[in-house]
């Protein structure tokens, strides 16, 4: 973190013109006895240089097996998956040890796994100096340097057991960038810690990536730390399925706020997880249609019936805001519900299932190039 510690032109892989991370068509099963589970699926993921990604999914999606492969901690069954330079599938074993010694820093949930109990805090970011061959005088030194950075200045001497669990991980923080890594690594840092601790460690990792160029990549539960990343990636069935991008926005009176954009994510081989909600909201299953817009690709429920045309002279209905975010999954489960009930109006088929842009008379609202959205083919009398 200071001249030696993180400085981005010291690190082996620092090259700009290339990702930090490259997985792709990432396989990873586990097999047991006869059994065979699935983690990850296909995954595809790149992160930039001195990007800060959170990674997000339920229990059982595959992201600490993700961070274990990244770590080089796992070994993946099938895909690629690159990290500074490293292929990950390749690597023999003296290639591991040094590509888990320099190229990479871990932190994980578990304070008591990130320390050792009987060494100060200064003697346990000294392990990795050690191992690296640098010498005492220069170990103290960069110890102490990293320790102040974190805001461990005055608890250079004390053992993990004297430490709060937000000091014990800013050691571990402290640890695991003391051979300068091009990325860090960590599991539910911020697990165990109040709110309060948990943002002070969130500054030293938003540190890292700003001030100092580290890529830093978290798995979390957190939704706190999920919003002060630059980018928050959803896991789900062993696949990437959405990313939240952050980016600054300057207005015209020169004030500066930060915008979130949700997007789905399209993987290399043209695979795409729609949203669980649109698909609950629309009773999705199996099979859909797809109608192709100059503009966009529409995705409608198998049962829509056709719809039929405007009577002469009638004005189309208004396509504003029709596919947008919550209004239109509120106007899905409203219809949804309707056709439920046999609500007067609602048909087979019909209005139920019709997606956003279609009006309660069953008439395509038109597409911004004056197109309609019916799915339904053309056939020929």
Do not use: W
Not at 196 to 218: E, K, M, P
Not at 357 to 368: C, K
């Amino acid at each position: 973190m200071s001249d030696t510690a993180t400085n981005p032109s010291n690190r082996m892989a620092g090259s700009p013109s290339r990702p930090a991370i490259v997985c792709e068509n990432l396989v990873k099963i586990y097999k047991v006895a006869d059994l065979e589970a699935i983690a990850l699926q296909g995954l595809d993921l790149v992160v930039e240089p001195a990007e800060f990604v959170a990674i997000v999914g339920a229990s059982g999606s595959g992201k600490s097996t993700l961070l274990s492969i990244l770590g080089g901690l796992d070994v993946p069954s099938a895909g690629a998956a690159r990290v500074g330079g490293f292929d990950l599938l390749q690597m023999r074993p003296p290639e591991r040890t040094r590509y888990r010694r320099d190229v990479v820093g871990f932190v994980t949930q578990q304070t008591s796994r990130n320390l050792i109990p009987y060494l100060t805090a200064t003697e346990n970011v000294e392990v990795p100096l050690r191992l690296a061959g640098r010498s005492g005088r220069e170990r103290r030194r960069l110890a102490h340097s990293l320790l102040d950075q974190v805001g461990l200045g005055d608890r250079l001497d004390h053992r993990p057991r004297e430490l709060s669990g937000g000091e014990q991980q800013r050691v571990a923080i402290a640890v695991a960038v003391a051979n300068q890594p091009e990325v860090v690594l960590a599991d539910e840092p911020t697990g165990e810690l109040d709110s309060a601790t948990a943002a002070g460690v969130i500054d030293v990792f938003r540190s890292l990536a700003d001030d100092h160029g580290v890529t830093v990549v978290v798995v979390t539960h957190d939704q706190e730390l999920s919003t002060r990343v630059d980018r928050t990636v959803a896991i789900r069935d062993g696949r990437t399925s959405s990313e939240v991008v952050r980016r600054a926005v300057t207005g015209d009176a020169g004030d500066t706020r930060v915008v979130a954009e949700e997007f789905a994510v399209l993987d290399r081989v043209g695979r795409l997880q729609l949203p669980a909600e649109y698909v609950d909201a629309l009773e999705l299953d199996r099979r859909v249609r797809l109608a192709l817009r100059p503009d966009r690709i529409n995705v409608f429920p198998d049962r829509i019936a056709p719809s039929p045309a405007p009577a002469s002279g009638a004005a189309p209905a208004s396509a504003s805001g029709a596919g947008s975010g919550s209004d239109a999954l509120t106007r899905a489960r409203r219809a949804r519900a309707l056709h439920r009930r046999g609500a007067p109006g609602s048909s087979p088929g019909g209005n139920a299932g019709s997606p956003p842009g279609h009006d309660p008379g069953g008439h395509p609202d038109p597409g911004p190039d004056g197109s309609s959205d019916d799915p339904t083919p053309e056939v020929a009398p």
